[in-house]
Structures are given as C-alpha cells and as structure tokens.
C-alpha cells in the first residue's frame, strides 16, 4: 500500500473522528476503510491525539555519515587504480591471443 493511499486514509479517518463518527463500523461503512486499519488509526487517536506516522521505528544504520565519508575517500583511489590496472591487463590480454594461431 502506498504512503498516499495511508495518509489519505489517516486524514480522513481524523476527519470523521473530529465530526463526531466514533462508531468504527460506521467509519469502515462510510470510508471503506478496513476495519483493522480504523482500529489501529483509533488507538493513535485516542493515545496521542493524532493519527500522523510514528517515525524512526525503521532499522537503524550500521554506520554513521562521517564514517561512511571516510571509507569512501580511502576506496576510491584504489577503485580508480584497479580500473586502470585491469584496462592494462585486458589489452595487453587482448594484444597477446591475436598472434596465437588457433
């Protein structure tokens, strides 16, 4: 499901809790929203007084942006050097197997 469709339905879930709907069988008849998700926006409600998105529940990254800065700058001259060093090889490679007779 995408974000869209999920804030779409949290907006107008709020929307008829603010005007009154509080019956979730009457908000899944009127939206077509599932009864699940109704149950779910609901608990927000009544918790935090908003059905906004919880953020940063998602998984944690391993390294921070500092670090992963400074193992780029160590890689990427070795990349470029390894490019240029196989292109070598590859010609080289290439220039031998043409005088070879098959």
């Excluded at 907006?11 to 009864?35: C, D, M, Y």
């Excluded at 059905?51 to 780029?72: M, T, Y």
């Excluded at 070795?78 to 240029?84: D, E, G, S, V």
Aim: proline fraction near 2%.
């Amino acid at each position: 499901m995408t974000s869209n469709k999920l804030n779409s339905q949290r907006q107008t879930l709020a929307h008829f809790w603010n005007n009154g709907v509080r019956s979730q069988k009457e908000l899944h008849r009127i939206t077509g929203i599932p009864l699940s998700t109704i149950k779910y926006n609901i608990q927000k409600l009544k918790k935090t007084g908003d059905v906004a998105h919880r953020r940063g529940n998602g998984r944690s990254k391993k390294i921070g942006s500092d670090k992963s800065r400074e193992l780029e700058q160590y890689i990427r001259p070795r990349i470029a050097w390894l490019q240029k060093w196989s292109s070598k090889w590859h010609t080289n490679a290439h220039c031998c197997s043409k005088g070879k007779a098959s």
